[in-house]
């Protein structure tokens, strides 16, 4: 474990139900010589300074999260995509240690993979923000004001789409425009729902 980086070595030290399996993680992502960084408060391994895997836990599973999983072949039909939102990345998960072993060459195979496809600069084509449903309680305050409207438009896609999924996701209209006022100010200010 040539790049192991002592950062690091508090996620895999703390007691945990996925104490063992993170470890086994740990040295196959180091295994295919990527570097190790700590992003997110969790162990990732990337390709020049570049994302491709990182290691995380949840309550039910832990799992091997990959940056640009939707690019991966996939032979064994073992990557999961975490919501029907989420574009990109895709999941490898675990619910014990038991399963990593066995899986080995596998896990192996996807890393080297994910790195040849961040190494060639493949990207994945996201959904156009126009494509993400607009609530009409957004649509109603965009209307009402032009400066709203205008901040709006100048946001990223990727913040575009993280407040229309954000709005929309309420089944309730009251929800949806209390979402929408408790934002306002922040949209704006050229922010993202996470900003």
Request: glycine share 4%.
């Amino acid at each position: 474990m040539s790049n192991k980086n002592p950062k690091v070595d508090w996620f895999f030290e703390k007691d945990t139900p996925w104490k063992e399996a993170y470890s086994r993680l740990r040295k196959i992502c180091l295994d295919t010589g990527l570097a190790e960084e700590l992003k997110w408060g969790c162990p990732c391994y990337t390709f020049e300074k570049r994302n491709v895997v990182l290691i995380h836990g949840f309550k039910e599973y832990c799992a091997l999260l990959f940056h640009k999983g939707a690019l991966l072949k996939d032979p064994k039909k073992i990557l999961i995509q975490q919501t029907e939102n989420v574009q990109s990345a895709r999941q490898i998960r675990f619910t014990n240690a038991r399963d990593i072993t066995k899986l080995k060459s596998t896990l192996k195979a996807y890393i080297y993979e994910a790195a040849e496809k961040e190494d060639a600069g493949e990207k994945v084509a996201f959904k156009k923000t126009a494509a993400f449903t607009m609530p009409d309680e957004f649509k109603v305050r965009l209307d009402k004001s032009a400066s709203l409207k205008k901040a709006f438009t100048a946001l990223t896609p990727g913040r575009q789409r993280g407040y229309l999924l954000y709005f929309s996701s309420a089944k309730q209209a009251k929800t949806r425009e209390a979402r929408v006022e408790k934002y306002v100010k922040q949209i704006l200010a050229g922010k993202g729902i996470e900003d």
